[in-house]
């Protein structure tokens, strides 16, 4: 499929920034399928929630970062989860979510297995679903061994966004990956297995495409061993017509109880996976604002509510016709808020702007990119971390349980990632161990020079200062991109962006 | 002749419906296979189904109790370097 390339044309004002750049350049239709799902789109992330329906228990293959025995209330990483769901518990559970979260507009099936080795389960939640909330959309990530047969069911439910975790397309690569797949009655394990895994994944994705079903491609980054390698599924998977590529980072510890975790395989930091995403981008489009959430997440991404609707306070809960009538006006009533809201923002962008506000382009460290009499000033791509909510710079610094990151010029502002402040398990309150959290929160800010945020403490503001990290609270209720790019122009103006960014000193 | 899931059985379904003699069925605290239907898919497969997509472990054995899956043949992890973890994460 040849989608016009999303980052190089689009928007050419300040404020639509990198929340248009994954949306803009699209044909209408996709736009217009893409725009209210928060794993498509990264503008629709900061508005729309979704959930996933943990009713896909069985797996037909396994993966080294994955251990089928885990379930902690405290984690958050794909494959885990705290309750398992009947079709009929897990429709109920989308409806009075939907109820309660207007944003909601996505029922996705993730697992805790694959959803496609439990087929009856997950075509039997969709079909329930689509009668009683059609507005909510349907989607599936699935690993592809059963895809191909899958196909045709898919289609016909009406599941228009499918995920394929698609890690090689190479044996020799998928040998490392994959220890075994279930194939035919038999465990097929090694080279063999990830042929065959390989060979069924390209098939699915060719047969969605040709069906009309967007496809997004995620791969797991696990250094050494597909790193590299990824830049070649990238390009592979775009020219078959895959919408959207999203390189993760590997979660490996050894207290998962996973092969990586227990082997000493390590996680890529946070710049090793920005470059590969970087690399991979000159290709197609790159998703930015995954979470690796949860094969239970509620919510928007980032702010899971799991907890709030497990099954006995779902099960309590009357939903008559009448209320389920009047939560899908109030999710009519909050897209057409949405909607308005970006309309607006849009005609602000493409009003006449004050001259400092320069054209945002979608690859802003590309110079030879900038049209018309506009010219970029000089100066480096600063990292920002934001403490958002809602696209706004709206969280206090001590409340934030994640960080936008930002790359920043002249030129606009892009999302790279997020960095979450409670890293997986690692010894909170509730696990027992006394740790410094705002110390692990400046440690995972790494490589970020500035952090905005609607307000912050006078300990966290003095720490992060001496970790080289500027606060800054100046922008409370603003969005993003421009207030990033208008920091940007501070630092400038005060000489910070002629030498390389400064060392860190130690948290 | 049959086979067993024993506690490690983590409840995933993947085996239940594989069952060519229809032996196995859910129950708390996990899945158990009814001995007397359980035929070990002799004539059926060449390998018992419920063991060959089992993800656990040690959680099918045979009458022997024997495990159809022994540590390490699935995960890929040594049994010893399983062990080693588990003594760094305790001693942590």
Redesign the interface.
């Known amino acids: 499929m040849d989608l016009p390339v999303i980052r190089t044309g689009g928007c050419s004002a300040g404020s639509c920034g990198s929340s248009a750049a994954q949306t803009n350049g699209l044909p209408d239709d996709i736009r217009r399928r893409v725009e209210n799902h928060p794993c498509y789109s990264e503008e629709a992330h900061h508005h729309f929630a979704r959930m996933h329906a943990a009713v896909a228990?069985?797996?037909?293959i396994?993966c080294?970062y994955c251990?089928?025995?885990y379930d902690c209330a405290n984690e958050s990483r794909p494959g885990v989860v705290s309750e398992?769901l009947t079709p009929e518990q897990a429709v109920k559970k989308t409806l009075a979510v939907a109820a309660a979260i207007p944003q909601m507009s996505v029922l996705g099936i993730a697992g805790?297995?694959d959803p496609l080795?439990?087929p009856e389960r997950t075509f039997a939640t969709f079909r329930m679903l689509a009668e009683k909330a059609p507005d909510i959309k349907l989607c599936v990530s699935t690993n592809g061994l059963a895809l191909p047969e899958c196909v045709e069911e898919l289609a016909k439910h009406n599941i228009d966004h499918v995920t394929i975790t698609i890690n090689c397309i190479d044996p020799d690569v998928g040998a490392q990956i994959y220890?075994?797949i279930?194939w035919k009655?038999?465990?097929v394990r090694g080279r063999e297995a990830a042929a065959i895994l390989i060979e069924q994944q390209q098939k699915g994705l060719e047969m969605l495409v040709a069906k009309g079903v967007l496809v997004k491609v995620n791969s797991v980054m696990i250094p050494g061993v597909n790193d590299e390698h990824l830049k070649e599924v990238s390009r592979v998977v775009k020219a078959k017509g895959a919408f959207l590529h999203n390189v993760m980072p590997l979660i490996a510890e050894?207290?998962h109880g996973?092969?990586y975790?227990?082997?000493g395989q390590r996680s890529p930091t946070p710049e090793e996976l920005k470059a590969l995403q970087d690399a991979c981008e000159g290709d197609m489009n790159m998703m930015r604002h995954c979470r690796q959430c949860r094969a239970d997440a509620v919510g928007l991404l980032g702010e899971d509510r799991g907890a709030e609707f497990t099954m006995d306070k779902v099960e309590a809960m009357e939903l008559t016709d009448e209320f389920l009538a009047e939560a899908l006006a109030r999710r009519a009533a909050l897209r057409e808020k949405v909607a308005a809201e970006r309309e607006a923002k849009k005609a602000r962008a493409h009003a006449p702007q004050p001259q400092q506000a320069v054209i945002t382009l979608h690859r802003p460290s590309q110079k030879s990119a900038l049209a018309g009499r506009h010219v970029a000033p000089e100066g480096r791509p600063v990292l920002m971390a934001v403490a958002a909510k809602g696209g706004l710079i709206a969280e206090h610094f001590g409340h934030a349980r994640e960080f936008l990151v930002y790359e920043v010029t002249g030129a606009g502002a892009k999302l790279v990632g997020h960095r979450k402040t409670d890293l997986y398990c690692a010894g909170d309150d509730s696990c027992g161990e006394a740790v410094d959290v705002l110390g692990r929160t400046i440690e995972a800010l790494e490589g970020c020079e500035v952090v905005l945020c609607s307000k912050i403490g006078y300990e966290p503001w003095g720490r992060l200062e001496a970790a080289g990290i500027a606060p800054n609270g100046e922008h409370p209720l603003e969005e993003i991109e421009p207030a990033c790019v208008a920091v940007w122009h501070e630092m400038l103006q005060a000489g910070k962006l002629a030498q390389p960014a400064p060392e860190r000193k130690c948290a | 002749m049959a086979l067993e899931i024993v506690e490690?059985c983590?409840?995933?379904?993947?085996c239940l419906p594989?069952c060519p003699s229809q032996a196995i069925y859910e129950a708390k605290p996990h899945f158990l296979i009814d001995a007397d239907r359980c035929t070990e898919c002799a004539g059926d497969?060449?390998?018992p189904?419920c063991a060959?997509?089992c993800?656990?472990e040690g959680a099918i054995v045979n009458e022997l109790n024997e495990p159809l899956n022994p540590p390490g043949s699935?995960?890929?992890?040594p049994p010893a370097?399983?062990a080693q973890?588990q003594r760094?994460?305790s001693a942590r």
């Open positions: 228990p069985a797996c037909n396994q080294h251990n089928r025995k398992l805790p297995g080795a439990n220890p075994w279930f009655h038999k465990r050894a207290e996973t092969f975790g227990v082997m | 490690s983590v409840n995933c379904w993947a594989l497969y060449a390998d189904q060959t997509i993800p656990i699935l995960t890929g992890i370097r399983w973890a760094e994460i």
